[in-house]
């Protein structure tokens, strides 16, 4: 499952990247109205995927889940998510397949990702051999960057949370399989991972989001003293009071602009979050499968 918006610069590669697992893999492509000729090319240079065209751009979490509802009708036993700037290595579907078999309650498997950008990170990921039987270790969540997803645990629990259109849907879903008892876990087998793709191109979008959405998931499942403390610390990175040292650190995604520009965003995300109160926790999320 690929959702694409725009992604004429990385859908290529990521579709390349999954050929040497075709057959028996089937791969769903579902295009957010773009606007760059890249569903189109997708559809020329890999005539054997399967496009879906949405007719708006329905973010990431609708449009995964239409691919999943898609998968569930063939009776696929997983499915893995992948953004365009995800580039697995060949086998990765075996090291799935044998994650799954030796743990039946294994409800989402994400994988070791080289993230970034630089000729570092490159070389790392170059080097990095696949392991003949990768290791599956427990963690709390996986990124939905590249995360595989057992069917069964879905039915059970539901599909991605539509509210939160992208940013914090993975964390969301992991933590519901978690309490309905499933486990997460990584394998070792490596994936690169780009970070930030699509979502360069709309900086303040993402940004909002990413601040709205944290809240959200602090709010919905840590409970409002954890939600005011993560605010804070946003506010601190997004007017530059706490710097990041990290060039690679994902939350530089909180400054998308001077400071002023950061706080209307940090208030606008937490009047969101404060008009949406009732329904983050006490609603239901939108994951009707």
Request: charge should be neutral; include cysteine.
């Amino acid at each position: 499952m690929v959702v694409n918006w725009n992604g004429a610069e990385l859908l290529p590669g990521c579709l390349d990247s999954l050929q040497p697992d075709v057959p028996p893999l089937h791969v769903v492509v579902v295009d957010n109205a773009s606007t760059d000729g890249s569903a189109d090319a997708a559809a020329r240079a890999h005539p054997e995927i399967e496009l879906v065209r949405n007719p708006h751009n329905d973010g990431w979490a609708r449009g995964n889940n239409v691919g999943i509802r898609k998968a569930m009708a063939r009776d696929a036993e997983w499915i893995a998510l992948l953004n365009t700037d995800a580039r697995p290595r060949p086998g990765w579907t075996r090291a799935v397949e044998a994650a799954l078999a030796a743990d039946e309650r294994l409800g989402a498997l994400g994988f070791r990702l080289f993230e970034g950008e630089g000729a570092a990170v490159d070389d790392a990921f170059r080097a990095a051999v696949p392991p003949s039987s990768p290791a599956t270790r427990p963690v709390d969540f996986v990124t939905g960057a590249a995360m595989v997803l057992r069917t069964a645990a879905l039915r059970e629990v539901g599909l991605i949370d539509e509210v939160y259109f992208m940013y914090c849907d993975d964390m969301d879903l992991c933590e519901r399989l978690r309490r309905a008892g499933w486990r997460i876990g990584e394998t070792d087998f490596p994936v690169r991972h780009f970070s930030e793709g699509s979502s360069r191109r709309v900086r303040r979008q993402a940004s909002y989001l990413s601040m709205r959405n944290s809240v959200r998931f602090y709010l919905r499942y840590r409970g409002a003293v954890v939600a005011l403390r993560h605010a804070w610390g946003v506010l601190l990175i997004a007017l530059g009071v706490h710097r990041l040292e990290d060039p690679n650190d994902i939350r530089h995604r909180y400054r998308p602009g001077g400071w002023w520009t950061n706080l209307a965003l940090w208030l606008a995300a937490l009047g969101w979050n404060l008009v949406h109160l009732p329904g983050t926790l006490w609603g239901r999320p939108r994951v009707t499968v």
